[in-house]
């Protein structure tokens, strides 16, 4: 499934959830992996274990 | 004189206003060592605050081996949840995970009801699950609707086989046919396991609700937010949180309302509570013995082929790939293999996902393993492999001969099906082109269920990875 983290495509196996999302960008865009909080389009704090959906946007730092 | 007697009015009218509060929790995911706390909690709430109703967003199960493994799967936390007094809840995705059988058991035993308009029972004994339920607080009539999300495939995320014996509607058209209940409550609540996102696109589409208690996604809502005027809350996940909505009624409609996100982690554990969990901790499940080892297991690659021999059976598929970084144990003395053995040797929990790969694939993904997970060469099931492998762990790996387990070279365009873990299929790049999909089955579950009944099993001399090191 597509989802996006950062804004970034991401094409990640369907089940996952957003730490799997998130390891995934940063394998692509080699990053390192993120130690603070995740977040939705809304600024909300998600868990890092929240399952994902197609096209859900999350976020690895607050949107300003 | 007109302002003084309007003032008077008002004055007399928030007299005679009433108060309902309503405590929503939500993806409890059986985590029993935060209900002690919880239970603290909910002892000063409901002394402060009589009558205050406890609600619950699904997903109360699945994420605990003594909830979840344990022969009537599920029931401990029903069990927990009557003790702790919860008043509804409606299905998660993770209620279905047992299947029909074990849900109905669940619903039959809770001293609760379990509301969800979008979902009846198709075949089989009807499950007790009514679209809504009404309570009645000092006058106030409130009503609790609830829903359940569906995916792309019309279905929760749930396997497939455990959700045959239901029908499902998109809870975004089943919501609907309840424009009535308006009418018939004073509070109307929708009581939701869809995640945050899709709780914005019903408030949008049912503003006749006062607020909506959500669940799925895990999202830490602070102080609620409000879409079309509906009060969204949850809670994040695990019972780290707790929301506490408060409804101030005025003749038959809600003329405020607001939602409080409190942490339950610093406070002190409930002794009773305590009791109760420690008392299902101890069940003998854990260690109950599933099988022999006939022979000391000396190498961890062993283990591994082992695990992957589990995976691989209970995926059905024709190769399974196991990361050496996933084997948690260096060696295994003869004699008996407990439940409590196969998490001390998986303790991690990922999903297993099923990918169909090409032969090309295949091989390119289990050279990329050791640069993804820095533990040596990767441990395989219906299948061995020779390969070179450099000193340097961040090097690919290079295999120069693959066989199935019949001796048949892999072929790089034919096509296979591979069982791996979430962890892998996060790291390796590139992927195979299927991205893949996660079944509900944990490295640790597989082998409970693959080894369970076997007479005895001898992993001592396993190998099927024949490495040279440059």
Sequence with gaps: MLVYVNDTPVTIFSGAVAMDAVRRYCTDTHTPLPTGELYDAWG????????????????????? | MKLPFLSLLAALSSAFAAQVTVLGLNDMHANIDALPRLATFLRAEREARPGVLLMSAGDNRTGSPYVDNVPESGMPMIELMNKLGFDISTLGNHEFDAGADQLRDCVNAANFPFVCANVRTASGPELKIAPYHFFERDGVRICVLGLVQT?????????????KNFRFRSPLAAVRDYTFLREQCDVLILLTHMGFEDDILLAKCFPQAD???????????????????????QAENKVKYITRLTFEVEEGRVVSKQAELIPLGELPADEEMLAAVDAVKNMPYMQRQLTTVSKDITRRESLGCMMADALRACAGTDVAVVNMGNVRLEEFPAGPFTVADCYRLDPFCNQTVIVKVTGRELISFLNLIPAGDHHGAPCVSGMRYHAVKPAAESQPMRITSATLEDGTP??????????????????????????GRAIDLDGARSMIQHLDGKPGIDYSNVSRVDLTIE
């Design chain 2, 211 to 233: 607020a909506i208690i959500g669940g799925h996604t895990h999202t830490r809502v602070e102080g609620g937010h409000i879409e079309n005027g509906v009060l969204i809350t």
């Design chain 1, 44 to 64: 909300n704090v998600i868990a890092a274990d929240s399952p994902m959906s197609e096209q859900r946007r999350i976020y690895t730092a607050l949107l300003s």
């Design chain 2, 151 to 163: 995916g792309h495939n019309g279905l929760p995320d749930a396997h497939p086989d455990q959700l």
């Design chain 2, 410 to 435: 892999i072929q790089p365009d034919a096509t296979y099906t591979m069982a791996t873990n979430s962890y892998l299929m996060s790291v390796v790049s590139p992927l195979p082109a299927d991205p």
